[in-house]
Structures are given as C-alpha cells and as structure tokens.
C-alpha cells in the first residue's frame, strides 16, 4: 500500500525501491475494512470491479456485534448514518424523543446500510443526495494477500523497483544517527533518504535502530493471541462482518467470495492457545480449509511513529485488536499523513513532530473506541468479562460516556475516525442509554416530527426492499473467477 500511493503521488520524481521477502509470513487476516477504503482505491485509480475480482472481495455494510452488552443481545455498527439531522438537534435525539413518547421503532429501520444488511441486499450509493440510495456507504471483505500482489502489480508498473531479501543490519549514520541504509543477506546495501518501516511487529528500523519506545495499553485491552482460520462457504455470503463475544475474547467472521475468514482473538490470561482454536473450530459453518495460525500480539502504540529520516507504518507503528476493522485504516491514514507530510532532505523535526502527534491523537480515539465495547458490558459470566467490566477506563472515555449518559450527547474530537452514529450504535446497542435527550428536540412538534420520522423510515424500508441481493449484486456486476 505504501509503495503503491508513493508512487501515485510522487509520479517518478523519487526512485522507490521496496525490500521484501517471500521467507517471512505476513500476519495475512486483516481482510475486513471500512469505507475509507474505498478512498484508498479512488485516490490510485484504481478500477472497483477490477479490484474486487483480483481480491475474491465481497462487500460489507457494516459489523454486527452478538453477545457483547449480555450473551444473547445482537446490534448491528452500520456504515453511513440514522436518518437526518431535524432542526438543529441530531437524529437520534429526535428518535430518543418519540421512544419517550412511544414506540419509534428501532434506530436501523432509519439507516439504509443498516436495513440493506439485515436483508441482505446491496447496491452501491447514487450520487444524487435528493435520492435515499446516496445514503449507503460501503466497505469490503477481502484476501488481504491477494490485494498485497495487486498492489505489487500496481506499483512495479509505476516504476518501483521490488527487492527480494532480508535485511540483517541496519547501517546508520555515525554523527546524526539517521539511517543510511540496509544490508541484505546477500551483502547488498541499499541506500536511501527516507526509509519507510513496514516490518510488522517487530519494528525493525523504528523500534529494534531507533528505540521509539512503546505505550502498552494491555492492561485496558487485555487480548494478546488470535487463532485464525479459513472455511469454506456455506450460503451466499452476508454484507457485514460479524463478531461473536466469548468467554475469554471474542472471534470474526469475514464471509468472502471464495471462502469465509474466521478467527478468535483471546486473552491467553484466561483460556490456552489448544482450547482457543478447538473452540474456533467447534463454531465454523463450513470445512475448514487449512491449519489453524496462531498469532501473538500487544496492543499499544510506539511512542514515535517518526524518527529522523524513518517513518513507521501499520503494524511497526501499534497495533489494535482487528474488532473495528481498523488496522488496514491505520496503515491508510499513516501513508496519507506522510504524503501529507512529505519531507526535504532537510527533514525539518517539525513536520515528524506533527506527525506524530496527529498518530498519537488518531491512536488514542480508536483505542478508546474499541475499549468502549468491552467496558459497556453487563457480562459477569468469566474472569475476562469481569475484568473490563470494572477496569478504570481512560479519562478521554469517561468524558464520552458521562457526556451520553446524560443527554445523548457527542462531540467529535481531533478528526477522530468514528462518527457519531458509529459511538451512538455501540453505546446503545450494548445498553448505554442517556437519562434525557437534547431539550432541542423537544422544542417541536411531537406529531409533526412522528410523521417526518415514520415517512422517513417507510423510505428506509422501501429502497431496502427493491435492492438485489448480495449475491446477486456481485453475480451480475464483479463476480470473481473461481478459485
């Protein structure tokens, strides 16, 4: 990805060169995402169907969370929003209005993408914002190493040049100790001004050279294990990702054209790595379709994601478990902020400095995010539950809470990437309820605003209805060659 768009952006006015080699795995089950992706792929022109043939994609509405607030409960995290914002007060406080009043229904029946993937129906959005459909937004389920050789193909047509080998030393310069280059096994050094560290977890240049440091955020976010596996398909594939909570974690499932990705990432406090993949075996639909991978990680951040003349990006800058599909997103916002970015040979410290801390900023709103579905639990039914259930949760989190507790209130901070119908859906769907609503939305008529909302929903309801199906929108539009 970060060879792809430098290239895009750059348009051979630097020489790219990307060291990789094929004896290392790569973690290889990030392949569910969220609608910046879509972004993502506009921005390198590249062709959607095209795109999503060479990926066995499949498209996603949203994440439906089962068992989190208490076993049994089941809401969905759509994309897009819940209907309009009325008359100065957003959405939701209208609909917590009508609740009061009576019965307005739930909060999906008024969000497209929600209803579409309920029924499992899709259609991609119009441009026209008079029309209902402009409403829908979109991501994908894909085979995270089929878009790595897409991307490859992309980027060696535009000039970068792809070096196969390990990197055993980095050479660094003796007075300013910014990197000079690496040595291969081969012997080869490979020179460069700006050095680009996509080395996973282990941070090879940022961390093991230049001792960024790390923010350990375990004791918040305690799963540091993920068994995953692949099936086979049974029945079309739906247009969401589903998480299941568990006793002692919680496990994905990411339905593609091809297969379906399945995973349980678990504390390994509180259940061994054995138990954890039988149970993921145990709860597969389909066959399984190769050996059960088991990976280790630590949730956290490195202290500086840009040293010198080195930038980190994805996993060798932190890492947060996959629960909102985010870590392709963060390698996504790190090559934008680069570009953004883009140093001199001066490399001027302030712009690493306003790197940093905008990654420091976009790290702590998506840590407190993923914190929320644990801590907005009544579960008591294991230690790990008990655990979030009660933990201190950071101060930035409480004032979230306390804040919708009260009157349903949101504000979004530091271009934060989760919207407020993305905190609205969690908090709600796992219990969090506001004592009152915004005394704006009780400044209108409750009649008026009862028809607006039921016109409005029945619309909902209507273009979910004349969608096709999932499947049927893929066979007719981006179907994938067979496996």
């Known amino acids: ?204 240049l940022i961390e093991q050279t230049l001792e960024a440091g790390f923010e350990d955020w375990s004791h918040w976010l305690p799963c540091d294990r993920a068994v995953a596996v692949p099936s086979q398909n049974v029945g079309p594939p739906e247009p969401y990702t589903r998480s299941t909570a568990q006793r002692a974690g919680w496990r994905w499932r990411i339905p593609l054209q091809h297969r379906t990705g399945n995973g349980y990432v678990h504390c390994s406090q509180f259940i061994s790595e054995d138990e954890a993949t039988a149970d993921l075996l145990a709860g597969l639909d389909g066959e399984a379709l190769a050996e059960p991978r088991m990976l280790r990680f630590k949730t956290g951040r490195r202290r500086k994601s840009w040293i010198r003349n080195c930038v980190a990006i994805g996993l060798a800058s932190g890492f947060l478990e996959p629960l909102e599909s985010t870590s392709i997103h963060m390698i996504q916002t790190g090559i934008f902020r680069l570009l953004a970015l883009f140093p001199d040979r001066t490399f001027d410290p302030v712009l690493a400095e306003e790197y940093n801390r905008q990654a420091a900023n976009e790290y702590a709103r ?32 409480q004032r979230k809470l306390a804040l919708f507790r009260s009157q349903g209130r949101f504000f979004r901070e530091d271009e934060e990437l989760f919207s407020e119908t993305s905190w609205v859906a969690v908090m709600m769907g796992q219990g969090v309820m506001p004592r009152a609503y915004d005394p704006v939305a009780a400044a209108h008529d409750p009649e008026a605003m009862r028809q607006r909302m039921e016109r409005f929903r029945h619309a909902v309801a209507h273009a979910a209805a004349e969608m096709p199906t999932h499947q049927a929108f893929i066979d007719r539009y981006c179907k994938a060659p067979p496996v």
Not at 148 to 176: N, S
Not at 371 to 391: K, Q
Request: charged share 25%; hydrophobic share 40%; aromatic share 12%.
């Open 1 to 204: 990805m970060a060879a792809a768009a430098l290239a895009r952006k750059l348009r051979g006015t630097v020489r790219i060169t990307l060291v990789e080699s094929a004896e290392i795995g790569t973690v290889g089950v990030g392949e569910a995402t969220i609608p910046p992706i879509v972004d993502f792929n506009t921005f390198l022109g590249i062709d959607e169907t095209a795109f999503i043939q060479a990926t066995q994609a499949s498209f996603k509405l949203g994440i439906e969370l089962r068992d989190w607030g208490a076993p049994g409960d089941r809401y969905l995290h759509p994309f897009g929003r819940y209907g309009l914002d009325f008359e100065g007060a957003s959405f939701h406080q209208h609909w917590l209005r009508q609740r009061e009043l009576g019965d307005p229904g739930t909060l999906d029946e008024y969000c497209l993408p929600a209803a579409a993937a309920r029924a499992g129906k899709f259609f991609r959005p119009v441009k026209d914002t008079r029309n209902i459909l402009s409403m829908l937004a979109y991501a994908f389920h894909f085979d995270a190493s089929r878009y790595a050789a897409f991307l490859r193909a992309y980027a060696e047509e535009r000039g970068v040049v792809r070096q196969e080998g390990k990197i055993v030393e980095v050479v660094q310069r003796p007075l300013d100790g910014f990197i000079e280059g690496v040595r291969l096994e081969s012997g080869e050094v490979i020179e460069a001004d700006l050095f680009v560290d996509c080395t996973g977890f282990r941070g090879l």
């Open 366 to 397: 998506l840590r407190d995010f993923v914190i929320l579905h644990y801590h907005a639990t009544t579960r008591s039914d294991s230690p790990l539950w008990d655990h979030v259930r009660t933990m201190e949760i950071p101060e930035t989190l």
